[in-house]
């Protein structure tokens, strides 16, 4: 190779790093005045009982973090980039979505911009902001390694499942909960929500997606504090359906059941892992999202069927869903 073709090289590497220094810092500069570290429970002359991030979606003091970061907590403080520190109250949190919102007492906040993280491709660059370790605007950036996981979690008393989380390599740490998760255009795709490893900065992290599906979760903490919806108690996430089966179908993809809770309507209708869950009243599912999406509170107590692939046949079972309740 030519001195002048190893040169051009260089160049050519040093404007694609150069690129994507001004995405991730032009990402920062809009995103970090809009989110909060956080400083959980305890009175003010107390140490606090916990700590996370939070991200700002209103002027008028609304943000919204981690159900696990604020728990059964009734307040705390937050502190701002700008050195600003407020107080806040807990609104309402969903230990099933791993999303709460709370209300600081000051207003005059800058709002984030809220994306549609079913928008996102598998590889797209995304920015995790938050306050790991304590470190408040902390800056990590990534790409998305995977989409549509769920997260078994436990909260002491029973086992849950965050379903459709977003992957990244983006580093999470303690303390990053609850923080944005952004796109190249700035806009707030995913909640930070766990640090999956045996020690903190294993290279995995998930994030809560910012969608329809979540979209109505946080509007409903907003108007009532909680959350009612249908309940099936299974796991999994989007693969692609054998070929003779797609072609019987007319649909390409499943969801393929990878866990299953050991009480619930699933495994009392015969939902085994492994199972290719292909339909649910009828309806197509492609993803955790299309389920979630038809698991209203209007389902509970309402026999369903649902259609799966087992062993390479379909089968029709009978599932009747029940309320999902913290």
Do not use: C, K, W
């Not at 900065?201 to 009612?228: C, E, K």
């Not at 309507?265 to 869950?277: K, M, Q």
């Amino acid at each position: 190779m030519t001195d002048n073709g190893a040169s051009a090289i260089l160049d050519t590497d040093a404007a694609v790093l150069d690129a994507y220094s001004q995405a991730v810092m032009a990402v920062a500069e809009r995103l970090l005045p809009s989110v909060a570290s956080l400083a959980v429970g305890g009175a003010q002359d107390q140490r606090p009982q916990g700590a996370g991030s939070a991200v700002v979606i209103s002027e008028d003091g609304f943000l919204v973090t981690s159900a696990h970061v604020v728990a059964r907590s009734a307040s705390g403080s937050a502190t701002f980039a700008d050195g600003r520190d407020t107080r806040f109250d807990v609104v309402g949190a969903d230990p099933f979505s791993d999303l709460a919102v709370i209300r600081a007492v000051d207003g005059g906040l800058i709002p984030a911009v809220l994306g549609d993280a079913d928008e996102l491709r598998v590889g797209q660059l995304v920015i995790a902001i938050g306050n790991p370790l304590g470190f408040s605007g902390s800056v990590s950036a990534g790409v998305v390694s995977a989409l549509g996981r769920s997260l078994p979690a436990g909260d002491g008393r029973r086992v849950r499942i965050v379903d459709n989380v977003i992957q990244t390599d983006a580093a999470l740490h303690p303390g990053s909960s609850g923080g944005a998760l952004a796109d190249g255009r700035a806009t707030v795709v995913g909640v930070s929500t766990a640090v999956v490893g045996p020690g903190a900065g294993q290279g995995l992290g998930l994030a809560v997606p910012i969608n329809d599906v979540t979209r109505d979760v946080i509007s409903q903490l907003l108007r009532t504090g909680q959350v009612r919806r249908a309940y099936l108690g299974l796991g999994g996430g989007s693969r692609p359906l054998p070929p003779r089966i797609a072609e019987r179908l007319g649909q390409t993809r499943a969801i393929e059941v990878t866990s299953v809770m050991s009480s619930g309507p699933a495994i009392s209708a015969g939902v085994r892992p492994g199972d290719l869950l292909v339909a649910f009243d009828g309806h197509p599912l492609a993803g955790i999202g299309d389920l979630q999406r038809r698991l209203s509170a209007e389902r509970v107590g309402q026999p369903v069927e649902v259609t799966v692939v087992r062993d390479g046949q379909l089968q029709r079972l009978t599932v009747l869903p029940t309320l999902l309740v913290d």
